[in-house]
C-alpha cells in the first residue's frame, strides 16, 4: 500500500479497515505513520476499546442488548447500535417493535 501511495505521489491520506483490514491498516500506520491525516478501525482482532461500551458491558451481565420488549428497550437499543440514533414516529416505531418482538419469539 505504502509504494502504492508513493507512486501516485499521495503524501496526506485517510486510511480505514474492518476486521483483518483494521488490523492491516493499524500496522501500516504503525510502519508509515507520516501523511496519514486519520486512522477509522472497526472490529480489529486484538484492538481493544480504552473503555468498555454499555454493549459490552450488557453482554457480559448475560443481558442481550439487542433484544427489545418496549418502547423503553427498543429506544436503548437504537442509542447502543447508533452513532445519533434516528428519530422514528411513534406509529412506525410500534410497528418495527411489534415485528422485533415476533421475530425474537420464532
Not at 13 to 22: L, Q
Not at 48 to 58: L, Y
Request: net charge neutral.
Amino acid at each position: 500500500m505504502h509504494g502504492f501511495l508513493d507512486a501516485l505521489d499521495i503524501r496526506d491520506h485517510y486510511i480505514a479497515g474492518i476486521s483483518m483490514g483494521g488490523l492491516v491498516s493499524v500496522g501500516y500506520v504503525a510502519l508509515y505513520p507520516d501523511g496519514v491525516r486519520l486512522l477509522l478501525i472497526a472490529a480489529a482482532p486484538g484492538v481493544r476499546s480504552p473503555a468498555q461500551s454499555a454493549f459490552i458491558r450488557r453482554l457480559e451481565a448475560g443481558q442481550n442488548p439487542l433484544l427489545a420488549g418496549n418502547e423503553v428497550n427498543f429506544d436503548e437499543r437504537l442509542k447502543l447500535v447508533s452513532f445519533r440514533p434516528p428519530s422514528i414516529p411513534g406509529p412506525l416505531k410500534r410497528a418495527m417493535l411489534q415485528d422485533a418482538i415476533e421475530r425474537q419469539a420464532t
